[in-house]
């Protein structure tokens, strides 16, 4: 199964990279996944420096196939009870499936971005 992670290193200025992640087992819990791409991060070609120690910490969906996508180009603010993964849970708990796109950012620089959604350029 493949899906689509969304790096998000700054909502305010967009900055933003799309990685393809092969062969995800659904049955791994959320934690894993995200150990997972923390090394998957560190090792893509093309991926800028900053982008690879960035301090992600949180996965959301952001798109299903079939489903229809956010106006918000960077981040879909809405449904985060049903749509940020909760660690403990496996993905095909949370709903993932393949073809999936899911953003991959800080929760902290979220919930600033969240309470001001500005962009600066």
Known sequence: MIVTVRLIRNFEYRTIRT??????????????????L????KSVKGIPPPFKTHPYDTLKISHQAG?????????????DETLILPGEKTLADCGVVSETEMSF????????Y????????
């Open 105 to 112: 950012f800080n929760l902290a620089e979220y919930q600033k």
């Open 67 to 79: 489903s229809f996508k956010a106006n918000d180009i960077v981040i879909n603010l809405e449904g």
């Open 114 to 121: 969240k309470l001001n959604p500005e962009k600066k350029w």
């Open 38 to 41: 923390l090394q998957e991060v």
């Open 19 to 36: 990685i393809p992640i092969r062969e995800v087992d659904t049955q791994q819990t959320v934690k894993q996944f995200i150990a997972r």
